[in-house]
């Protein structure tokens, strides 16, 4: 999984990888001011031949809860030889983060706030770990706060929040470009250089966007942008995506049980179908254009204990990363096509060594 992660990084180093997913990529993102996209997040299936990346995202949410999990799970595990991952210096490492951003676009100096802001924030599933998030940044002398970007004011190249000016934005929006009405005072405080956005629509455009799924499976063209052999070899675990168009609709209805359908602005596995359940009519709308198909990577399943038996999960893996570096990782459990928190016994789960 770090060896994949290491190849997409290197790969949106190259000239020719950057100018192919601007192309497709909202004007807002051509903007590059230096951040490099706070906690991203690359989620795998794993099989028995190995590890297989589903999507990269770069709102990833659950890794303060899941570094707290982690905690829970030391006493019972370390009687039984196990440890967990990469959780003992996780705030040092996310404090270090929002420093490094800071710094990538300001140069010196460090963010005195920083406002973690998402649309009606208290009413999202994970609004706990924002609350954990603040506890964290405040523990380590940055002053920070909960907001709704309704909330957000900006004037005269400052832009404040309940009347204080905000230096840095831990953005937890799934508008990626930032072009919903009600985000417009953060757009335009970004676009203006006048606050840090981290992850921002740059780092979107460049790590997450599903088009670039394309490219990732394609060796061919990995080759022709100048990749490495040894970095393409690595990128055989991206399972083969297509940009879904009127030339290779029917081709791929006909083959449609090898692929998952995505839309390309989708998040949160929305509007994604398994193409063995699929009908005419929701065929219809994908074939009209705005998805990828992604060939099939069946995921990985574990046993659990629900009241007292064993069941099966459908499993996914996460690496919370920084810059390429891992800083956690955890997995979720669940049933059904695609990734949920509604099955019973199912959610986030901590990743132990053995």
């Known amino acids: 999984m770090q060896g994949i992660v290491d190849a997409i990084e290197a790969a949106t180093k190259l000239p020719g990888y950057l100018a192919a997913v601007l192309s497709w990529a909202p004007e807002i993102a051509h903007l590059d001011f230096g951040p490099v996209g706070a906690l991203m997040g690359y989620d795998f299936h794993l099989d ?207 083959s449609r049980n090898r692929y998952f359908f995505k839309p390309l602005s989708g998040h949160g596995s929305k509007a994604v179908y398994r193409g063995d359940k699929l009908t005419k009519r929701v065929w219809a709308e994908i074939a009209g254009g705005g998805y990828v198909a992604q060939a099939f990577a069946a995921p990985g399943q574990r046993m659990i204990e629900i009241d007292g038996s064993a069941a099966s999960r459908k499993m996914d893996v996460r690496l919370y990363t920084y810059d390429g570096r891992v800083l956690l990782v955890a997995a979720r459990l669940y049933q059904g096509q695609t990734t949920n928190f509604r099955t019973p016994g199912g959610g986030f789960a901590p990743v132990l060594v053995i």
């Open 48 to 254: 028995e031949t190995g590890a297989r990346l589903i999507e990269v995202n770069t709102n990833a949410g659950g890794a303060f809860l899941n570094a707290l999990l982690a905690q829970a799970q030391k006493a019972c595990c370390a009687e039984k030889g196990l440890i967990t991952t990469r959780d003992e210096d996780f705030e040092t490492r996310v404090i270090a983060m929002f420093k490094d951003e800071w710094r990538r676009q300001r140069g010196t100096g460090l963010p005195r706030r920083i406002a973690i802001i998402d649309d009606q924030p208290d009413e999202q599933y994970l609004y706990p770990e924002f609350v954990l998030a603040r506890q964290i940044l405040l523990k380590h002398g940055i002053d920070a706060v909960i907001g709704d970007p309704t909330e957000i004011q900006y004037e005269s190249g400052r832009m404040r929040l309940d009347g204080e000016e905000i230096d840095l934005v831990y953005n937890r929006l799934v508008d990626f470009p930032l072009e919903r009405l009600d985000h417009a005072a953060l757009r335009a405080a970004y676009r203006d250089h006048a606050v840090v956005v981290t992850p921002n629509p740059h780092n979107h455009a460049l790590f997450a966007a599903k088009r670039n799924l394309t490219l990732l499976s394609d060796p061919a063209a990995l080759e022709a942008l100048g990749l490495a052999a040894d970095m393409r070899s690595r990128l055989a675990g991206v399972p083969r995506t297509f940009l879904v168009t009127s030339d290779n609709a029917e081709a791929l209805w006909q």
